[in-house]
């Protein structure tokens, strides 16, 4: 396990590699931005935005949102910078919404002046999904992550409207197995966030091809026809979560503050709507040795907001935690109990990065123990 010399991501993550001075791919496209020429992109996504816009008052673009901060800042450029007519597309969460979450879902269609369409997935399919994908793959919302990328382009299709702004490439922007940057997201299916469905394989696991109906990727054929334009925003504009949450906030948006002292996060205000959900980004700590202190660390290194001596410590104080609400929410979905969820887990531990003792699994070479921290933590990002 090696980690980024620049960032704190370890090579563990599917798809990093570091390159010959030891520097992650992520780190590397941040680098790029500087040589970007953003204004131009800026005037592509006006030409792109014209291409599209309609005068029958028909919706001229859907965007895919989940009420966090960054559908706020989608829809902020989209229409009230491109002045299009979008319609805001939502997959609602198996497990239980925040308080919070609920509340900017709503505002943001207030806010906006935007229609909302929203899909509720099958919750008893749901349910044996995740606890298949869980036991077998250690993954903690297969579906979940599935529909969130299938529902919007099938929308598009269903609705005739070609133009789908998505966020940010999450395998250019973070690191991961996709490696160029391209406007098009046509490919984001196979970045390995989600995985198309395998028919067969859920055939065997007695889930017929009816259940799994709103499930189903569209075709490459599918998408031809209807002669989809499904981009990520992060091409046009330079991707920055915070920054995303400063626009959010002078729209309504809030983040969880007074809501939920999350364990194991250091900000609050990424990822605010759900809670059990929460528990897939967890279980990468186990298989690949970092969770969510790491990726926020990495992206405030990258934008300078701390150095990477603070991000160390940040990773070093929370990024093994597991906040137990959230675990008692996605416990109370799939009907785990606490110590059926932790055998499971058990087999999932990496061997090659982890040794137990004293009964609990701890890394055996971390960050913290290879690299000199500075002793003060310097201030955090302002909120
Ligand atoms: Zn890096």
Redesign the pocket.
Known sequence: MQY?K??V?PDTKPGVKLDSEG??Q??CAYERRKNVDWKARWIELEKLCDKYRRDDGYYDCIITVSGGKDSYFQVYVIKELMGMNPLLVSAASIFTSTETGRRNFNNMSDAFGCDILSFNLNLDLARKMTRIGFEEKGFGAMPMDLIIYVFPIRVAINYNIPLVIWGENVSYEYGGVQKGETYSAKDQIYNTVATPIDLKYWEKKGISKKDLNSLVYPTKEEIEKAKLDPVYLSYFVPWDGHHNYQIAKKYGFRDITHEWKREGYIEDYDQVDTIGYLINAWLKYPKFGFHRATDVA?YWIRSRKITREEGIKFVKEHDHKLDQKMLDDWLAFTGYTNKEFWDIVEKFWNRDIFEKSDGLWKLKDPVWKRESIEPELKTLVST
């Open positions: 980024c620049r960032c991501m520097i992650c992520a780190c990495c």
